[in-house]
């Protein structure tokens, strides 16, 4: 069993930056991959990001590339995505995800969320 617990979430204003925190408990050892979706009011929630464990390879939305940046410290079971040139459209409940499927939207483990309101 893994928990997920995400911080970092708030109110900025567009152009700014924000950094998300996940910090994974429950095992000694986190096999999976790890990534983040995100989920707007009246929309079904997307894949924003993904790292994998073996090779840290990332791979990224088309709506972040460029702008957000996931990273993994395996020692401290935490990964983060760090998100600049923040817009409106990327208001949304940021949630952290374990599996070994994220990139089809199946996780093992999912966190409880974190809004991230961005004003225009």
């Known amino acids: 069993q893994v928990q997920l617990v995400e911080s970092g979430g708030g109110l900025v204003q567009a152009g700014d930056s924000l950094r998300l925190s996940c910090a994974a408990s429950?095992?000694?050892?986190?096999?999976?991959?790890m990534g983040w979706f995100r989920q707007a009011p009246g929309k079904e929630r997307e894949f924003v990001a993904r790292?994998?464990?073996?090779?840290?390879?990332?791979t990224y939305a088309d709506s972040v590339k460029g702008r957000f940046t996931i990273s993994r410290d395996n020692a401290k079971n935490t990964v983060y995505l760090q998100m600049n040139s923040l817009k409106p459209e990327d208001t949304a409940v940021y949630y952290c995800?374990?599996?070994?499927?994220?990139?089809?939207?199946?996780?093992?483990?999912w966190g409880q969320g974190t809004q991230v309101t961005v004003s225009s």
């Open positions: 429950g095992r000694t050892f986190n096999p999976y991959n």
């Open positions: 995800a374990a599996g070994w499927e994220l990139l089809r939207g199946v996780a093992n483990y």
């Open positions: 790292i994998s464990r073996s090779s840290g390879g990332t």
